[in-house]
């Protein structure tokens, strides 16, 4: 079942931008993850949050959880034409951490 | 893509035909994983092992089969009894050792029937 619902569902936005995106859950979570697929590759991991954390940067990322919402967002700033992939959140569930639930993703895309 | 390979990157499958999708990782990780990816959408689980010789189903197993036979492979069989098996398979490793794990992904096989 698909727990995590991205939106929107694409983005576009001229370079040096931010971009936000937001993800939304439905149980309680021990995790949320959040990954980078460019078109027709595999996933790259760009940050975890944990239950109890409420926000975390890792560069130009910054993701923000508000469980009593069940609710994440992934911002980029400054964001370049490289950034163009699409971006899922992943959950993963109190009792069952190592099974990811992803949504279905946001296509951002970053004009030069 | 890490330490994960997948193969073959494309792959055709006639009707009533059983295809295998290779998984192998270097990372030295206990767990591994294979999703379904359709167009537009996100991941589902189909199967994961989290140790050798020991595997679960996941979301969407009907008509799939896995092994775990070794550490690092876990090769997917996608059997006859799939009848929409078109799609992109994801095999993902993690090390297996605690409850704020990343997955590791491999760069994809992307399935194609005949």
């Known amino acids: 079942s698909q727990q995590g619902e991205e939106d929107p569902q694409a983005l576009s936005i001229q370079e040096g931008e931010n971009a936000t995106m937001n993800c939304s859950y439905k149980?309680?979570?021990?995790?949320l993850q959040w990954y980078r697929q460019n078109s027709g590759r595999g996933l790259v991991h760009l940050i975890l949050?944990?239950?109890?954390?409420r926000e975390k940067h890792s560069g130009r990322l910054r993701v923000t959880l508000d469980t009593s919402k069940k609710s994440s967002s992934l911002l980029i700033t400054a964001s370049r034409a490289a950034d163009t992939a699409s971006y899922f959140c992943?959950?993963?569930?109190?009792?069952?951490?190592?099974?990811?639930?992803f949504g279905s993703g946001t296509q951002l895309t970053v004009l030069p | 893509d890490g330490g994960i390979t997948q193969s073959p990157k494309y792959l055709f499958r006639k009707e009533g035909q059983n295809v295998t999708l290779s998984c192998e990782q270097n990372?030295?990780?206990?767990?591994m994983y294979w999703y379904r990816q359709d167009p537009g959408q996100g991941l589902r689980l189909i199967y994961y092992?989290?140790?050798?010789?020991?595997?679960q189903k996941g979301d969407i197993a009907e008509g799939y089969s896995v092994s775990r036979e070794k550490k690092e492979s876990f090769p997917l069989t996608v059997t006859s009894a799939q009848k929409n098996p078109t799609a992109f398979y994801l095999c993902?490793?993690?090390?297996?050792?605690?409850?704020?794990?990343?997955?590791?992904f491999g760069p994809g096989t992307r399935l194609l029937v005949l």
């Open positions: 092992s989290q140790i050798v010789n020991d595997f």
């Open positions: 149980t309680s979570i021990n995790n």
């Open positions: 990372l030295n990780h206990d767990a």
């Open positions: 992943a959950t993963a569930r109190t009792g069952s951490a190592r099974q990811l639930t």
């Open positions: 993902a490793s993690s090390a297996g050792t605690g409850y704020q794990e990343t997955q590791y």
């Open positions: 949050i944990r239950s109890n954390e």
